[in-house]
Structure formats: C-alpha cells, structure tokens
C-alpha cells in the first residue's frame, strides 16, 4: 500500500487547503473546532473551492465591520 503525506498547500488565518492521499481538503479553523471538506482531486478544483471560501469569509467579515460602524 503507497503511503502519502499531508501536505499543505496554502494557508490563511482561518482556512487551509491541504493534500491528504491523493485528494485535496480544506479546513476552516476557529474557537479550537476544525470543519474539513473535500475540495477535489485535482489542485485546479481545489484551488478554485479555497479561494471562494476565503472570498465569502471575507465578505461576511466585512458586513459584520459595517453593522458594527
């Protein structure tokens, strides 16, 4: 049996797109609780999955920003 090590892609404060035998993952971080999700398997798809991820975090951020304003 091939054996495969994780490894990390990319990685941002609270999310993380990852390689883990053969397919890829994201994980998103906060409070010590982590949620992972199968992003692909291939790197294109995967990438494409973390940076709509990232995109959503930020506008959530941004909206909760202007509600505190």
Not at 21 to 50: H, Q, R
Request: overall charge negative; aromatic content about 12%.
């Amino acid at each position: 049996m091939e054996s495969f090590k994780t490894h990390v892609i990319s990685e941002r404060k609270f999310v993380r797109l990852y390689e883990d035998e053969g397919k890829y993952f994201v994980e998103l971080t906060a409070n010590g609780y982590a949620v992972k999700a199968l992003a692909g398997t291939t790197l294109k798809v995967a990438e494409t999955y973390y940076l709509e991820i990232i995109n959503k975090l930020r506008d959530g951020l941004s909206m909760l920003e202007a509600l505190h304003s």
